[in-house]
């Protein structure tokens, strides 16, 4: 069901409207990379997250398949980029790029700044179109049921980090420390078949562990032997998790989400 109506848009015209030149780059590599293991690499980066970029002075890099890259620089998340029906080639999830770029002054650039030269890379080099729409789509919010959370505020002033204790294999062991639960749900979206939203309205950073046994949804048999995973069992063996350990749920639902619908893009040209 979409809401509102779709509306064209491409970071040139919107600059041409203005008058003024889009951000960016001064000069910028994009390559092909090809995986030492193709399958692998491919079941891991087909759908994956939003690329992030690596700044360093002002040398910007990152990595990933169109729908990634685009979800990067819009910053949005990764189920919100789709591709539109008149729109569907492979290669916008099968072809991984990575992009290493330069910024054309000698400050180091905000991360808001990078996203809008990507937006111009994207427009430019990709020949990137795309529309905007909202849809109520089916989704997993994250909720705190009437017992409470067994979460507790974290007592820390760090930058949030994740430390392994002790994973092995598909049996993933980690500690989260002063994370939000809106960045715990972006760490855990991989495990799930639909958008997992935030609906817990906890706010701050909390501490806590979960041990989970890691499943991502429409793996094969196949694909999990070759990775050396133990056989598959079929449900979601981390919503039992988070329910027992963190004390929170999972809910299926329905929500309105806006989405970027690629109606066009072409493969990168020559650098």
């Given at each position: 069901?979409?809401?509102?109506?779709?509306?064209?848009?491409?970071?040139?015209?919107?600059?041409?409207?203005?008058?003024?030149?889009?951000?960016?780059?001064?000069?910028?590599?994009?390559?092909?990379?090809?995986?030492?293991?193709?399958?692998?690499?491919?079941?891991?980066?087909?759908?994956?997250?939003?690329?992030?970029?690596?700044?360093?002075?002002?040398?910007?890099?990152?990595?990933?398949?169109?729908?990634?890259?685009?979800?990067?620089a819009y910053e949005l998340e990764r189920f919100q980029v789709s591709q539109g029906a008149d729109w569907a080639d492979k290669?916008?999830?099968?072809?991984?790029?990575?992009?290493?770029?330069?910024?054309?002054?000698?400050?180091?650039?905000?991360?808001?700044?990078?996203?809008?030269?990507?937006?111009?890379?994207?427009?430019?080099?990709?020949?990137?179109?795309?529309?905007?729409?909202?849809?109520?789509?089916?989704?997993?919010?994250?909720?705190?049921?009437?017992?409470?959370?067994?979460?507790?505020?974290?007592?820390?002033?760090?930058?949030?980090?994740?430390?392994?204790?002790?994973?092995?294999?598909?049996?993933?062991?980690?500690?989260?420390?002063?994370?939000?639960?809106?960045?715990?749900?972006?760490?855990?979206?991989?495990?799930?078949?639909?958008?997992?939203?935030?609906?817990?309205?906890?706010?701050?950073?909390?501490?806590?562990?979960?041990?989970?046994?890691?499943?991502?949804?429409?793996?094969?048999?196949?694909?999990?032997?070759?990775?050396?995973?133990?056989?598959?069992?079929?449900?979601?063996?981390?919503?039992?998790?988070?329910?027992?350990?963190?004390?929170?749920?999972?809910?299926?639902?329905?929500?309105?989400?806006?989405?970027?619908?690629?109606?066009?893009?072409?493969?990168?040209?020559?650098?």
């Amino acid at each position: 069901m979409v809401r509102g109506a779709a509306i064209l848009a491409i970071v040139a015209v919107a600059a041409a409207q203005t008058g003024t030149p889009p951000p960016a780059f001064e000069v910028a590599s994009v390559k092909l990379f090809a995986p030492q293991r193709p399958g692998l690499f491919f079941f891991a980066f087909s759908d994956g997250p939003p690329s992030q970029f690596q700044v360093s002075g002002t040398r910007v890099s990152t990595r990933g398949n169109l729908m990634s890259l685009v979800a990067g620089a819009y910053e949005l998340e990764r189920f919100q980029v789709s591709q539109g029906a008149d729109w569907a080639d492979k290669w916008a999830t099968s072809e991984i790029y990575d992009i290493e770029a330069r910024t054309p002054s000698d400050a180091i650039p905000t991360l808001a700044q990078v996203r809008q030269m990507m937006q111009t890379l994207l427009a430019e080099r990709f020949h990137l179109k795309f529309s905007r729409q909202t849809t109520v789509t089916p989704v997993y919010n994250l909720v705190v049921p009437p017992g409470g959370a067994k979460i507790k505020p974290s007592a820390f002033t760090d930058a949030p980090m994740t430390r392994d204790e002790g994973s092995a294999g598909a049996q993933i062991r980690t500690r989260f420390l002063n994370y939000s639960m809106a960045g715990f749900v972006t760490q855990m979206r991989w495990q799930f078949d639909r958008p997992l939203l935030d609906k817990t309205g906890l706010t701050g950073g909390f501490d806590f562990s979960l041990d989970y046994t890691a499943q991502p949804p429409g793996m094969t048999a196949a694909a999990a032997a070759a990775m050396g995973l133990p056989d598959l069992e079929p449900g979601q063996p981390i919503v039992a998790s988070i329910r027992e350990q963190l004390g929170l749920r999972v809910v299926a639902a329905r929500e309105p989400v806006e989405i970027l619908v690629i109606v066009h893009a072409e493969r990168p040209s020559a650098n």
